[in-house]
């Protein structure tokens, strides 16, 4: 992003620099990633709620490179900030190779770097990598996923009766919070789960979902992911007081039913109103859902007269309850829209329908064909696409293809980095084409995300 002399660059390379003196003077600092936590010289640094995130970031970052961690020598005083630069560079654009680590030791090796060395993955890693570690988080996420269903619906279905609580929300909200800044790309391949026979709820877990996603990713506090996650499950609560004809009905609805489908963002707040919580609580939850239909100058519904702008949750749950309602199969429409027909249509409206800020954001999030996304490659093969490592661009993600098995079905394939991947003359080779329907070859995405390895 900025030239090596810009002071930006300068000010960090100094203070880089500082504290490299400062822990190398009397011995070598080892920083290296092992059986899923983070160790500094040794020592295991415990988690803690304003730390996790950029130690995730930290250990993803290494993940994809292939290492295991770094270790700075004590002659480390004798590199100049120009060294420590040359080195940060090499780790950075070593993910566009189709061999990170090895590439890297080569380049390490003739730059003559002899102040840091590379530290390879331990072995108990690698096969934790493999097996457990992995299937235990994606455990994890699709336990997540079914409690998360099974309490929008009870709320609702409380709610519609009486009073419902929201303790078993509030600790699924913070169980959100933790697997997104564990996992965030497994939390995006989740919310691409559609339940056409119970949309309602799936719909409201998926928005849930993207809507911490989004939150995290422009920097909110953990508690404040906590208040929009539950935002998300509770943004469509009203509709449980909107006829099942009406929400249902294929087709067009009438003016009268169209009146009757407007209420709902203010159904929802009174039914907020009387949930069985703090007062503290109810009234950081109760503008997102009541604004997930007003648009930026607040034009859409419901009519209101005594706001003058909208909230931060509220703009966010605008953007993610349209993004997942149009990537999802309804019926009053023919079909519905990949992931990045969406986020095209979606930017056509900047500033009229979503703010532009957290849309530019929303959108470099979920990059250009988003995660879980099913694509069509340039050679003709389907893929599903499961990542953007650190350092790529947008548009050249982590695939997976997917190859026909003995069933009829879609199976597994190899796990591509289009970043790694240029034709022999140095010219483009492998690349998406465009994207597709999941339904054009009869694929659940979600499945592979859960997919025990």
Same mark, same amino acid.
């Given at each position: ?70 270790q ?18 090499l ?22 770097l ?27 996420? /699709?336990?997540?996923? !079914? ?5 929008? &619906?009870?709320? @609702? +279905? %409380? $709610? ?5 609580g ?39 877990v998926?928005?849930s979902?993207?809507a ?9 506090s ?29 087709g ?10 407007q /209420?709902?963002?203010? !159904?929802?707040v009174?039914?907020?109103? &009387?949930?069985? @919580? +703090? %007062? $503290? ?40 309850d ?30 009229k ?35 953007y ?44 084409a ?10 659940p995405v ?8």
């Amino acid at each position: 992003m900025h030239k090596d002399n810009n002071q930006l660059i300068r000010d960090c390379l100094a203070r880089f620099k500082g504290i490299l003196d400062e822990m190398t003077g009397e011995d070598d600092l080892k920083i290296e990633i092992w059986r899923g936590r983070f160790h500094l010289n040794g020592e295991k640094l415990p988690h803690r709620r304003d730390t996790v995130n950029i130690i995730n970031q930290i250990m993803k970052y290494f993940s994809v490179r292939g290492i295991g961690g770094l270790q700075f020598l004590v002659i480390s005083g004798k590199a100049t900030p120009a060294d420590i630069l040359a080195f940060t560079r090499l780790l950075d654009i070593s993910v566009k190779h189709e061999d990170p680590a090895g590439w890297l030791r080569h380049k390490v090796g003739g730059h003559a770097l002899s102040w840091v060395q590379l530290l390879e993955k331990r072995d108990d890693d690698l096969k934790a990598e493999e097996n457990g570690h992995g299937m235990k988080r994606q455990e994890k996420a /699709k336990n997540a996923y !079914l409690r998360a269903l099974e309490t929008v &619906r009870e709320v @609702a +279905d %409380k $709610a519609s009766q009486g009073v419902a609580g929201v303790r078993k929300a509030r600790r699924l909200a913070q169980t959100i919070v933790d697997l997104i800044q564990e996992d965030t790309s497994l939390v995006l391949g989740l919310a691409t789960i559609k339940d056409y026979d119970d949309y309602t709820y799936s719909h409201s877990v998926n928005v849930s979902l993207l809507a911490t996603c989004l939150g995290r990713y422009i920097g909110l506090s953990s508690i404040s992911l906590e208040y929009l996650s539950i935002c998300g499950l509770f943004h469509d609560l009203g509709k449980v007081g909107v006829s099942k004809d009406v929400l249902l009905k294929k087709g067009e609805l009438n003016s009268e039913e169209w009146n009757d489908m407007q /209420k709902h963002p203010l !159904l929802g707040v009174r039914k907020i109103l &009387r949930l069985n @919580a +703090d %007062k $503290a609580l109810r009234s950081r939850i109760i503008l997102g859902p009541f604004e997930h239909h007003l648009n930026p100058d607040l034009t859409g519904y419901p009519k209101t007269h005594f706001m003058n702008r909208l909230s931060l949750m509220g703009k966010i749950l605008r953007i993610t309850d349209v993004y997942e309602a149009l990537t999802s199969e309804r019926a009053y429409r023919p079909r519905s829209f990949t992931p990045d027909e969406a986020l095209r249509k979606m930017w056509l409206e900047r500033g009229k329908s979503f703010d532009t800020v957290l849309l530019k954001s929303f959108i470099h999030m979920m990059g250009i064909y988003p995660i879980g996304s099913m694509v069509e490659l340039n050679n003709g093969r389907i893929a599903l696409v499961m990542d953007y490592p650190a350092g790529s661009q947008k548009d050249m993600p982590l695939i997976m293809t997917l190859e026909k098995d003995s069933k009829g079905g879609m199976a597994q394939g190899e796990m591509i980095n289009l970043a790694a991947r240029t034709g022999k003359d140095g010219s483009p080779g492998l690349s998406i084409a465009r994207g597709i329907l999941p339904s054009r070859v009869g694929v659940p995405v979600a499945q592979f995300f859960l997919k025990e390895n």
